[in-house]
């Protein structure tokens, strides 16, 4: 993975299967055979990446959400989005 930033472009990864479980919504990442329970901000940002959008786009959407500073709110998405290229959830484009 690259250095993500405000202009990296990323979407869910055809790999991962997302599903709402008793009310919880989770993520099956086949490659490594996980499951990634997310939190309603997880949730938010998983639906945001269900088509290709920028990191800025979806850092102003989450700080108007929210009411969150936008450089607060993209450091943690940017620590996120990582996580989640790392277990192959999502890919950058």
Same mark, same amino acid.
């Not at 938010?44 to 979806?58: G, N, Q, R, V, Y």
């Given at each position: &993975?690259? *250095?993500?930033? +405000?202009?990296t472009i990323v979407e869910q990864s055809g790999d991962?299967? #997302?599903? @709402?479980? *008793?009310?919880?919504?989770?993520?099956?990442? +086949? =490659?490594e055979g996980t499951v990634h329970e997310l939190d309603e901000l997880g949730c938010?940002?998983? !639906?945001?990446?269900?088509? +290709?959008? #920028? %990191?800025? =786009? &979806?850092t102003a !959407?989450?700080? =108007?959400?929210? @009411?969150v500073d936008e450089a607060v709110a993209q450091k943690d998405l940017t620590s996120f989005l =990582?996580?989640? %290229? @790392?277990v192959g959830a999502i890919k950058e484009q």
């Open positions: &993975m690259g *250095n993500i930033g +405000p202009a991962a299967v #997302s599903r @709402d479980v *008793n009310g919880q919504l989770v993520i099956f990442t +086949p =490659a938010f940002i998983w !639906k945001l990446c269900a088509e +290709p959008t #920028s %990191i800025d =786009a &979806m !959407k989450i700080a =108007a959400e929210y @009411d =990582a996580k989640l %290229i @790392d």
